[in-house]
């Protein structure tokens, strides 16, 4: 009797569990009017992404220079960039980019580091120690300039920021996961499939992996913002994206210079940019609450 | 303690050495013949031969790195392929603004980003956490080079209340200087600050639930107090884990932030000699800001020490 | 007269995501100076929130204290604002308290002495120096050597029992009028425990100030406390002086309490009786009798009429129970068999005849060492070794129980890993059924496995909480091939369910959707899946409620009869160990100090560790405790990093001689079967 386990664990609930589970996860994360708002909004971006060629009202690469450097207008409704091309076509390609680069590369990541994670906190000694280590020193570095060096050796474009960004993030995950089979591991249920005389296979997969998972997913949507900034930032430099493949963070860039006279080619997709990335961290705060209500704040 | 600072001090030594064989096979992961590569395809043999001596590509790898080693060690970084002039005096030149731009956004978000977070937790569910926790969140989310163009846009070019671009030393013209490094500075340091705003409230909030805030109220004490003296202790130390990792971010940003605002720092010297595919320098800044962040960890880690007894007496 | 404290109609409730839970039900209890008054109950039962809701220390929201009055010296506490001036200066002022967990309540970035002073000081008014002054005094009084330079340690250089008694010195450095301990002991061990309520009580009577002792051990209240509140559910259930309720409880709950602990002067075969049930659930309460579903009494009153309050039914004497107990008789209102045991008060066990034990041993553990490589630095230097277990000897045969008794870091639980191979031993053997496993591989062990179980401490940690309890309980099953088809595994998980009684219908929730006592038998029925002949129960029932602990040991006992099984026991509860095992070791420092049957152990002690151990757990009879000579063993378990010389136990042995700290005993027989490891005797 050392433990006063008090705190209504002792309740038994009657609905079956995973309908239980998945109510209460519901109930937190559709709890919150503003989760549920960008929600929305990233449904959105992501139909208009899907569907650019049906949404857009003209071809994002069509040029006319007669008609460039146009003020909004009911033929443009975001005007037109240096080149006569409509902005708000581009706009609407621009998210399908943010969203390619973001969501190849996080995938990348997460699965790399997963597994990296996985095997260092699982393991340990000194496998764990090697990468413990390399993590240290990816994490240690700025990712922007990480992708510049790669970018100075094979050049810029799309393939560049996926890679930059995929080695960026990988070391996030490896260590969330690390962190978490760390705990899990000594938990004793992990003793108790041991004793039992379960392999280190089904051990790490049936019963390690499954309650590491709900902070990487939460990870997962906070760096799809997290890509999709970085992705733009890059553009921006000119080390990302490169014309005429419309990308969000090279239309600021090229919009600077009409900064006085046309302003909105640089605010409009900069906005774009905040929208969605606020929108996935929003998101992600909210998937963390309703997951796990221990991981409130944490990340 | 002792002990603690030995670890560290180490997991740095190794951590360098990971990055600094990174920054030293950069010139060997162009693809193709990298020589070729710099030079284009008008170089003459000549040409090539002369800098694929310079670069010692013709030595045995590991020996190849020994002896970059030893020069970075010794301060010497390799001379420009471009500019044809050494890469340390390049660098050197060019480093006050970044660290001036740098230091000054780093101490802006931990002064502004600490209180706001604790104010936020104590206020929790009111107004002015609201506000400070909306804020953050948009903080994050913004694009920074977007937003240091909006600023010029409104501060600079339609206000007129500080200069459009440009950095001034403030061994030059102290004044002038600060009007110079603010706007940089603060749209560098916005995301981080948020950050440690975040990270300072959802600390505040767990050590506000711990038995020993729980001891400090039962003995009567008054809840400012409690704030100020038990939990803030407790609270900051998780803060300053993240204000360490922030460090990159910072570092990171100042390419962007220079080429905004067309400081001649570092930042724009690797972008520059990324374009120029001046592998030297960009390899010289790599190592240079690699042991910068670096260094400015082990000092965050340090001051754990200061932080938490339970570190100082291990 | 006029009580000190005097409470009325107290109630709090906890409002969590639309349900409200009522923590506190219409509570009423006064306390008078110098009084050691004691509020039992299992846990969650309201004993806290109680108490922290007249010192307004409730976290608001969720909480809110819905009624009642709090009256000290004339004055409303609840009336008072939560942060203001007044009651301030009553909280840790006037009343203090001190908390369950000592490892966590005091602040780790603050010195002791500096949080010890800023209580003086805020309340005594005095200055810095002079509050210094008082503080090593204190620290004195409550027994922390070298005072003078430990007031500027940090809380992570003390124990849990020396963390403790700072907690003490903290609230009792400002002479208040009552103190509370809640569950002050709950995480120590018996000794420290035995320690710390010694001090506690000598220094609560030097002061003449008054004792609120919160707790759910019935032996702690008989051994301290002058009268009593039994708690169920949010409510005083009875209340009375000790020896009263301990002589005449009059309600159901009380009695089914008393009913479900051992106690070290058991007869060895009485049967636990369990109070069957769930521990109640405070959301949405009903207005009934709170204990109705797990009550033996109940009438057909019971069921129509609202919950009972408090009646006297002798003077100072009152129980919320509509039925008379003490008149019920054997036949009439008894529904069940249990019923009737609970007012004989016990009931033979069934004398089987035992079986003859087997020639061979069914498991021989020879030599046992487990140290572990204390490593500085980063070069992973060995600096020392902790002696985890340092040659460890015992035998087990089929069939029968061992139990492994000792303080908490003896190396009891290392004992039970070492076999598991949880960890490899460093030395020694482990011979289980002829084999030595003890450095066997992995990969060539798993298949024996099989045939050794483990019982877990902890019922929540124990339980993957992604699986269901099915594929808890049935992963042996798949891992060893024992079953050939579905069908026949979903007829083996129901049988394995059935045998630990719980039903089958339930299998598919996952485990926090269980009670505590719920699931501790789906890990019972995970141990018996593979159908093993040697269980390792490592404080396999610690962490539950006394009244459900009682049915885990009924649960082990039953199936140990029934499967022929054998137990390897470990606990730290010297009556619980007494009352399952066949034979009984006793560790101390990684050592065996003492082994023999169940009966020479307890009745004739030897070691004098093993007495010190006996004679510091309190028995739930104040009578008997009245007679009963306290004798508190002095000083700490060194740790076992640093070892003593000679016989390890000599810093702390009454009857040391100056050869122990040379000569190191080892086990020897005494008589047939007892052993003992000491030269004096
Ligand atoms: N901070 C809290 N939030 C929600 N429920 C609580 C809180 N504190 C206590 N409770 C609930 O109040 C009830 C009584 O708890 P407590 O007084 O701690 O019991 P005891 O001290 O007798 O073990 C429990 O059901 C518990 O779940
Ligand atoms: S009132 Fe009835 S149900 Fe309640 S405790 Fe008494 S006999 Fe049992
Ligand atoms: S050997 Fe000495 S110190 Fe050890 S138990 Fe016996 S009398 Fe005590
Ligand atoms: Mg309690």
């Given at each position: ?9 002792n ?6 569990p995973q309908r239980?589970e ?6 937190v994360f559709l ?8 929600g ?6 992501i139909?208009t ?12 690469y069509a040029q006319?220079?007669g008609?460039a450097l146009?003020?909004?207008?009911a033929?443009?409704?975001l005007g037109?960039?240096?080149l006569g091309r409509?902005v ?5 390609f621009?998210?399908?980019t ?10 990348l ?20 120690s ?5 993590i240290?020193?990816?994490?240690a570095?700025?990712?922007?300039i990480?992708?510049l060096a790669?970018?100075a ?9 996926i890679?930059?960004?995929t080695?960026?993030?990988?070391p996030s ?6 962190g ?11 003793k108790?499939s041991?004793v ?5 296979i ?12 709900s902070p ?8 799809l913002?997290v ?9 921006f430099?000119g ?8 990308a969000?963070?090279?239309m600021?860039?090229?919009g600077?210079?009409?900064?006085v006279s ?10 774009c940019?905040?929208l969605?990335?606020?929108?996935f ?8 609450d309703?997951?796990d209500?221990?991981?409130r704040?944490s990340? | 303690?002792?002990q603690f600072i030995?670890?560290r001090i180490?997991?740095?030594?190794i951590?360098l050495?990971?990055?600094s064989?990174?920054c ?8 193709g013949n990298?020589v070729l590569t710099?030079?284009?395809d008008e170089?003459?043999p000549?040409?090539?031969?002369m800098?694929?001596e310079?670069?010692?590509l013709?030595r045995?790898l590991?020996m190849?790195y020994?002896s970059?080693l030893?020069?970075?060690v010794?301060?010497d ?10 890469v ?5 030149k ?9 230091i ?8 502004a980003?600490?209180?706001?977070g604790?104010?936020?937790?104590v ?9 400070i926790?909306t ?7 913004i694009?920074n ?5 909006l600023?010029?846009y409104?501060f ?6 500080l ?21 940089p500075?603060?749209?560098l ?21 711990q038995d ?5 109220i ?9 704030i100020?003296k ?6 900051i ?9 922030m ?8 390419v962007i932030i220079e080429?905004v605002?067309?400081?001649?720092g570092?930042?724009?010297?690797v972008?520059q000699?990324?374009?120029?595919q001046?592998?030297v320098?960009?390899?010289?800044c790599?190592i240079?800001?690699?042991i910068?962040?670096?260094?400015a960890n ?17 | 007269?006029?009580?000190l404290l ?7 409730e ?5 349900t ?11 306390i008078?100076?110098?009084?050691i ?6 846990s969650?039962?309201?004993k806290?929130v109680?108490h922290?809701?007249?010192?307004q220390?409730i976290?608001?929201p969720?909480?809110?204290i819905t009624?009642?009055?709090v009256?000290?010296k004339?004055?409303?506490l609840?009336?008072l604002?939560?942060d ?7 909280r840790?002022?006037e009343?203090?308290?001190i ?10 970035v603050?010195?002791?002495?500096e ?7 805020l309340?005594?008014?005095v200055?810095r ?8 005094d204190?620290?004195?009084k409550?027994?922390?050597p ?10 992570h250089?003390?124990s ?31 000794t420290?425990?035995?320690q710390?309520?010694e001090?506690?009580?000598d220094?609560?009577?030097?002061m003449?100030?008054?004792?609120i002792l919160?707790t759910?051990?019935?032996?702690v209240v ?34 089914g ?10 007869p060895?075969?009485k049967k636990?009786?369990p109070v ?5 659930n405070?959301?949405?309460k009903k207005d009934?009798?709170?204990?109705l ?7 057909e ?8 309050s408090l ?6 004497h009152?129980?919320?129970c509509?039925?008379?107990v003490?008149k019920?008789?054997n036949?009439?209102?008894v529904?069940?068999e ?5 007012i ?16 061979e041993?069914?498991l ?15 070069f992973?230097?060995?600096v020392?070794e902790?002696?985890a277990v340092?040659?460890v000897?015992f035998y ?9 008794v ?10 039970a890993r070492?076999i598991?191979r949880l960890?490899n031993p ?16 992995k990969?060539?062990?798993?298949p ?5 179980s483990?019982?877990?401490?902890d ?5 993957d ?5 099915e ?10 091939n ?6 026949e ?14 039903d089958?219908a339930?299998?598919?929730r996952v485990p ?7 699931r ?6 995970r ?12 404080e396999?029932?610690s962490?539950?409620d ?12 039953s ?20 009352h399952?095992?066949?034979?009984v ?6 050592r ?8 020479t152990?307890y ?5 004098p ?8 757990v309190p028995?739930p009879?104040?009578?008997i405790?009245?007679?009963r000579e ?7 378990v060194?740790?076992p990093?640093?070892r ?10 009454p009857?040391a ?5 040379t000569i190191?005993?080892?086990?020897s027989e005494?008589?047939?079967g007892h052993?003992v ?5």
């Amino acid at each position: 009797m050392r433990t006063d386990t008090s705190l209504g664990k002792n309740e038994v609930i009657d609905s079956p569990p995973q309908r239980k589970e998945l109510k209460r996860f519901l109930k937190v994360f559709l709890g919150r009017k503003i989760v549920i708002f960008f929600g929305l909004i990233l449904l959105a971006v992501i139909f208009t992404a899907i569907f650019a060629e049906q949404v857009a009202p003209y071809d994002p690469y069509a040029q006319n220079l007669g008609n460039a450097l146009q003020p909004p207008s009911a033929e443009n409704l975001l005007g037109t960039d240096s080149l006569g091309r409509d902005v708000l076509s581009r706009v609407i390609f621009g998210a399908r980019t943010s969203l390619i680069v973001g969501i190849i590369s996080v995938s990348l990541a997460a699965s790399i580091g997963v597994v990296i994670g996985l095997i260092a906190g699982y393991f340990g000694g000194i496998i764990d120690s090697i990468i413990s280590r390399l993590i240290d020193a990816i994490i240690a570095f700025p990712a922007i300039i990480l992708a510049l060096a790669i970018g100075a050796v094979i050049g810029a474009g799309m393939w560049t920021v996926i890679l930059a960004l995929t080695i960026g993030l990988t070391p996030s995950y490896a260590r969330v996961m690390r962190g978490q089979v760390l705990t899990v591991k000594e938990q004793e249920y992990i003793k108790a499939s041991e004793v039992i005389g379960a392999n280190n296979i089904r051990i790490m997969f049936k019963h390690v992996f499954p309650n590491c998972i709900s902070p990487i997913i939460v990870l997962i949507t906070l760096n799809l913002g997290v890509a999709i900034l970085a992705e733009a930032a890059l553009s921006f430099l000119g080390v990302g994206i490169t014309a005429p493949q419309a990308a969000w963070g090279a239309m600021v860039s090229e919009g600077q210079r009409y900064l006085v006279s046309n302003p909105n080619l640089s605010f409009a997709p900069g906005v774009c940019v905040l929208l969605i990335v606020l929108a996935f961290n929003m998101v992600g705060d909210g998937l963390r609450d309703a997951l796990d209500p221990r991981l409130r704040g944490s990340i | 303690m002792t002990q603690f600072i030995i670890q560290r001090i180490y997991q740095t030594v190794i951590v360098l050495f990971i990055l600094s064989l990174f920054c030293f096979l950069l010139i060997h992961m162009i693809p193709g013949n990298p020589v070729l590569t710099i030079l284009g395809d008008e170089a003459t043999p000549e040409e090539i031969r002369m800098l694929t001596e310079e670069l010692g590509l013709d030595r045995p790898l590991p020996m190849q790195y020994l002896s970059w080693l030893g020069g970075v060690v010794q301060g010497d970084l390799g001379t420009s392929i471009i500019y044809r002039e050494d890469v340390k005096d390049l660098i050197l030149k060019r480093l006050p603004p970044t660290v001036h731009i740098g230091i000054t956004s780093f101490i802006i978000s931990i002064v502004a980003g600490v209180p706001l977070g604790v104010i936020a937790a104590v206020k929790r569910g009111g107004w002015i956490d609201g506000f400070i926790t909306t804020s953050s969140n948009f903080s994050m989310a913004i694009p920074n080079f977007w937003l240091g163009i909006l600023g010029i846009y409104l501060f600079a070019l339609n206000l007129g209340w500080l200069p459009v671009q440009g950095y001034v030393s403030p061994t030059e013209d102290f004044w002038a200087s600060q009007r110079y490094v603010i706007m940089p500075s603060l749209v560098l340091g916005l995301s981080t600050m948020a950050i440690l705003a975040r990270q300072a409230r959802s600390s505040m909030l767990e050590v506000i639930r711990q038995d020993y805030i729980r001891t400090a109220i039962s003995k009567g004490i008054k809840t400012r107090v409690v704030i100020r003296k038990h939990a803030l202790k407790n609270a900051i130390i998780p803060v300053v884990t993240i204000a360490g990792l922030m460090l990159p971010n910072i570092v990171g940003g100042s390419v962007i932030i220079e080429q905004v605002f067309n400081v001649n720092g570092i930042g724009r010297l690797v972008l520059q000699s990324v374009f120029n595919q001046d592998i030297v320098v960009v390899q010289g800044c790599l190592i240079v800001l690699a042991i910068a962040v670096a260094a400015a960890n082990l000092l965050v880690d340090l001051s754990y020490g200061y932080f938490d007894p339970r570190i100082r007496y291990k | 007269m006029e009580h000190l404290l005097d409470v009325k109609n107290l109630s709090t409730e906890f409002n969590i995501d639309g349900t409200h839970l009522k923590a506190v039900d219409d509570v009423s209890y006064h306390i008078d100076k110098g009084e050691i008054v004691s509020f039992v109950g299992e846990s969650g039962c309201g004993k806290s929130v109680t108490h922290m809701s007249g010192l307004q220390l409730i976290p608001t929201p969720p909480g809110k204290i819905t009624g009642g009055e709090v009256i000290y010296k004339g004055i409303d506490l609840l009336k008072l604002k939560p942060d203001g001036e007044e009651i301030r200066k009553i909280r840790g002022g006037e009343i203090g308290f001190i908390f369950q967990e000592p490892m966590t309540s005091l602040n780790p970035v603050l010195t002791i002495g500096e949080q010890i002073m800023e209580s003086i000081i805020l309340h005594l008014k005095v200055g810095r120096a002079e509050a210094r002054r008082r503080t090593i005094d204190m620290l004195k009084k409550v027994g922390i050597p070298d005072a003078e330079s430990r007031i500027d340690d940090y809380p992570h250089q003390f124990s849990g029992g020396m963390r403790q008694r700072l907690m003490i010195a903290m609230v009792l450095s400002v002479n208040p009028k009552i103190v509370i301990a809640d569950e002050v002991t709950t995480a120590l061990d018996v000794t420290t425990q035995a320690q710390i309520l010694e001090l506690l009580r000598d220094i609560v009577k030097s002061m003449d100030t008054s004792l609120i002792l919160v707790t759910h051990n019935l032996g702690v209240v008989a051994r301290y406390a002058e009268r009593i509140y039994v708690m169920y559910a949010g409510t005083v259930v009875e209340t009375g002086t000790t020896k009263e309720i301990f002589n005449n409880p009059r309600h159901p709950y009380t009695i089914g309490l008393m009913n479900a602990v051992p106690r070290l002067d058991d007869p060895k075969d009485k049967k636990l009786v369990p109070v069957e049930g769930l521990p109640p659930n405070l959301a949405n309460k009903k207005d009934q009798c709170p204990f109705l579903p797990r009550c033996v009494f109940r009438t057909e009153e019971c069921h129509s009429s609202p919950a009972p309050s408090l009646n006297e039914v002798r003077e100072g004497h009152a129980a919320a129970c509509y039925v008379d107990v003490s008149k019920v008789q054997n036949n009439n209102i008894v529904e069940d068999e249990v019923a009737s045991s609970m007012i004989v008060g016990e009931q033979e066990k069934p004398i089987i005849n035992e079986p003859a034990l087997p020639e061979e041993n069914l498991l021989e553990v020879n030599h046992l060492k487990m140290y572990f490589p204390v490593t500085k630095s980063i070069f992973k230097r060995k600096v020392g070794e902790v002696k985890a277990v340092d040659d460890v000897s015992f035998y087990l045969k089929q069939g029968e129980t061992l139990g492994l008794v000792g303080e908490s870091g003896c190396g009891k639980s290392t004992v039970a890993r070492a076999i598991l191979r949880l960890y490899n031993p460093s030395e020694g053997e482990i011979n289980f059924q002829g084999q030595d496993i003890s450095k066997m591989r992995k990969k060539v062990l798993r298949p024996l496995r099989r045939n050794i179980s483990m019982i877990f401490q902890d019922p929540f940690s124990s339980l993957d909480p992604r699986q269901t309890a099915e594929s808890v309980v049935g992963e042996p099953l798949i891992v060893h091939n024992l079953v050939n088809n579905r069908n026949e595994y979903t007829q083996r998980v129901d049988e394995l369910f059935r045998m630990v009684g719980l039903d089958p219908a339930l299998k598919n929730r996952v485990p926090h959707e269980f009670s505590g006592g719920q699931r501790q038998r789906i890990g019972i029925a995970r141990a018996l899946a593979s159908e093993p002949s040697l269980i390792v129960c490592d404080e396999a029932i610690s962490a539950l409620d006394v009244s459900i602990q009682a049915q885990i040991i009924n649960l082990l006992e039953s199936l140990k009869e029934q499967l022929n099984l054998s137990y390897l026991f470990i606990a730290h509860d010297l009556s619980v160990v007494r009352h399952i095992s066949d034979r009984v070791a006793v560790m101390y420092l990684g050592r065996i100090v003492e082994t023999a049957d169940w009966e020479t152990l307890y009745d004739n002690p030897k070691h004098p560790y093993t007495k010190a151990l006996l004679g510091a757990v309190p028995i739930p009879d104040p009578f008997i405790e009245e007679e009963r000579e306290h004798v508190v063993l002095k000083g700490e378990v060194p740790s076992p990093l640093n070892r003593p010389t000679g016989c390890s136990f000599h810093n702390r042995c009454p009857i040391a001689t100056p050869e122990c700290k040379t000569i190191d005993p080892s086990l020897s027989e005494i008589e047939d079967g007892h052993e003992v490891a000491c030269i004096n005797i």
